[in-house]
C-alpha cells in the first residue's frame, strides 16, 4: 500500500509534487504506454510502498519506440497530467536530448502559489530481460483521487541491478542509491540469478573490489542534505551519523556477499557472446 506524502508527514510541497508524479504515470497507462518500463524511486514506490519521495520519474524504454513518439506525447502526457492535478503557469521543457536518453522538467505552481518542479528521463539503453519485469497494480492513495492502474516496473532483482549501476558510476555519489539498496535488502531483494545467467564474470571480479571505497565515499553529510528531506520524517529522525554508517556497511557486505555468490556460476564475456564495457548490472 501506498501512503500519501501528507500521511507521511511531509509539506503540501512534496504532497503535490507525488500527486502530480501519479497522475502522470496514470496519463501515460491510459494511452497504452506499454513499452515504458518504470524504474528507479517511483517504482520503489510501486513495489515497496517506499516512504522515500523523488524528486524525477525514471524509465527504460523498449527500442521500437520511436524519437518522434517520445517528443510527441511525453509533453501532451505531462501539461495533461499537471492540469488535472490542479497546478497553474505550467511549463514543461525538454532538457536533454539524445538517442539513448531524454529528459524533461515540468514546472507549476497550486493555487496557493506553491512552486513545484519535477523532471522525467527515459533511457534507451535496453531493458532488462523479461523475465525480471513485473505488472504491478499502482494502488494510489485515495486522498489523491486517481484510479488504481498497473504498470510496468522494474522487478526486485533489477531494481538492484539498477541501482548498483547507479552507485558504481564512475561520476555519481549519491545517497539515494545506498538507501534504496538498503530497503532491497531489507525487502529480500535477490539479484544472483539476474547476474550469474546476463553478466559476464570479468564485469563482476572488476567491479567487487570497488564497492567498499565507493560506498564509503558517500558520507553522512552527503546524505543530510541529499537524501534525508525526502525520507519521511519519522524515518528521517532515525537516520544520523552513527545509523547512516550501519547502512552503508550493511550495503557494501551483502553487495560483496552477491557479487562473489555469482562468479561462483557466472559464465565469461566469450561465453556470453557479450561486450563487458556494454554489459550492466540490471541485465541490459
Not at 152 to 175: E, Q
Not at 213 to 232: C, M
Request: with cysteine.
Amino acid at each position: 500500500m501506498i501512503t500519501s506524502a501528507n500521511d507521511l508527514g511531509f509539506g503540501p510541497d512534496a504532497e503535490m509534487r507525488d500527486r502530480t508524479q501519479m497522475q502522470f504515470l496514470a496519463v501515460l497507462v491510459r494511452q497504452g504506454a506499454s513499452r515504458f518500463i518504470l524504474k528507479g524511486g517511483m517504482a520503489m514506490r510501486a513495489l515497496y510502498g517506499s516512504t522515500r519521495l523523488t524528486k524525477d520519474v525514471d524509465f527504460d524504454c523498449e527500442d521500437n519506440v520511436s524519437q518522434q513518439s517520445m517528443q510527441a506525447h511525453m509533453p501532451k502526457a505531462l501539461t495533461q497530467a499537471a492540469r488535472t492535478a490542479g497546478l497553474r503557469g505550467i511549463e514543461v521543457k525538454q532538457t536533454k536530448k539524445a538517442d539513448r536518453s531524454n529528459r524533461w522538467r515540468i514546472r507549476g505552481a497550486t493555487s496557493d502559489g506553491v512552486a513545484i518542479a519535477w523532471e522525467v528521463e527515459v533511457s534507451r539503453r535496453g531493458t532488462p530481460p523479461a523475465q525480471f519485469i513485473e505488472t504491478r497494480s499502482f494502488e494510489v492513495p485515495a486522498s489523491y483521487r486517481i484510479p488504481n492502474f498497473s504498470i510496468r516496473v522494474y522487478g526486485p532483482a533489477a531494481m538492484v541491478g539498477g541501482k548498483v549501476n547507479a552507485l558504481m558510476s564512475d561520476h555519481r555519489s549519491v545517497p539515494r542509491d545506498v538507501y534504496d539498496l538498503w530497503e532491497l535488502i531489507r525487502f529480500r531483494a535477490d539479484p544472483t540469478a539476474l547476474w550469474i545467467g546476463f553478466l559476464p564474470r570479468e564485469v563482476l571480479e572488476h567491479k567487487r573490489p570497488l564497492i567498499m571505497s565507493k560506498i564509503e565515499s558517500i558520507d553522512f553529510a552527503l546524505a543530510n542534505s541529499e537524501l534525508l528531506p525526502y525520507l519521511a520524517p519519522d524515518v528521517r529522525a532515525r537516520i544520523d551519523e552513527t545509523r547512516w554508517d550501519e547502512l552503508r556497511l550493511q550495503v557494501a557486505e551483502q553487495l560483496e556477499r552477491w557479487m562473489s555468490e555469482a562468479i561462483l556460476k557466472a559464465r565469461t564475456s566469450k561465453e556470453l557472446d557479450r561486450d563487458p564495457d556494454d554489459a550492466d548490472f540490471a541485465g541490459r
